[in-house]
């Protein structure tokens, strides 16, 4: 039987495509589908937009030797090596899809059946406006080939 591809576009919601890579990683262990299902993830970038800040070279560093006194130890001196404040996140540049690829042999046709009707039901699937990529689509050449060119 040939492969069944599912197609979902999680836009920019990098948390949705986390949840729907977890919820993966746990039927392939769960159902043992292995080899089965297969997925990988294509990010799309787009320009990010500069703020025109330059950013520091190097962070400044404290001491090179801590110094010895009475009364310090390692948790003092780990005390005082306080991190620096970091930025605070940029919204994700990336729109994210998420290929499937289902690989169920002729004598499985029901559980392939099963599993392209339970993936784009559940919650983090749904609003990624999921399509279905079967043998003789006119875009499963194309869908097959991007599959097969990412890493």
Known sequence: ?????????????????????????????????????????????????????????????GPAKPEKGKGKGKAAAKAEATPKAEPAPTPPSEDIKLLIRLDFSGHEKLSAQRWVQRIPAEEPFQGASPKVVKAGDETFEATEKQFDELT
């Open 1 to 61: 039987m040939a492969h069944i591809y599912l197609l979902f576009d999680f836009a920019r919601d990098e948390e949705k495509a986390q949840q729907a890579r977890h919820k993966l990683e746990g039927w392939k262990q769960a159902f043992r589908l292995d080899k089965k299902l297969l997925y990988k993830m294509e990010r799309i970038g787009t320009a990010a937009p500069t703020d025109g800040e330059p950013k520091p070279a190097k962070a400044e560093k």
